[in-house]
């Protein structure tokens, strides 16, 4: 909401094709919400992945889509296997590294297998998904500013 609030976000805009292939896309998030972006993206992947076999579509212009394996599951759902990927900021440094030079870069895949089971795999490329250190950074800092008072 901060971002809607602050205006970095666009709220008067939608996604956009830029280029397209029966089976690819090129789409400008034009700096809308990133789940709006992705959801975007995901249902024309599925639509085209249902009339050529394949959909593959890239976002430009977007902001943090939120679970990569919302996108994947959705996919899933429809008969196919579904990824998503994201590439973000640099965010963690490497080993022996001085720098940060890596992002979190989520990855996801899912599919369904026989007999109704499915694989679904969601993760960060590093050791740990950025969310999860914000979140435990916002607990540890509300505990002690409760001390503090």
């Given at each position: 909401m901060e971002d809607?609030?602050?205006?970095?976000?666009?709220?008067?805009?939608?996604?956009?094709?830029?280029?397209?292939?029966?089976?690819?896309?090129?789409?400008?998030?034009?700096?809308?919400?990133?789940?709006?972006?992705?959801?975007?993206?995901?249902?024309?992947?599925?639509e085209k992945a249902k009339s050529m076999g394949i959909g593959w579509v890239c976002a430009k212009g977007s902001n943090h889509f939120g679970i990569a394996g919302w996108y994947s599951m959705r996919a899933m759902e429809e008969g196919l296997i579904g990824m998503a990927f994201c590439n973000t900021s640099p965010f963690m440094i490497p080993t022996r590294g001085k720098t940060k030079t890596l992002g979190t870069n989520p990855i996801s895949v899912a599919a369904k297998g026989n007999n109704g089971e499915e694989f679904v795999l969601d993760m960060a490329t590093t050791a740990v998904a950025q969310g999860k250190v914000r979140n435990q950074c916002d607990c540890c800092y509300s505990k002690l500013s409760y001390f503090k008072s």
């Open positions: 809607l609030i602050n205006g970095f976000n666009a709220v008067d805009k939608e996604p956009e094709i830029l280029k397209q292939t029966p089976a690819t896309a090129l789409v400008d998030g034009n700096n809308c919400l990133g789940p709006v972006v992705g959801k975007y993206c995901i249902d024309l992947a599925i």
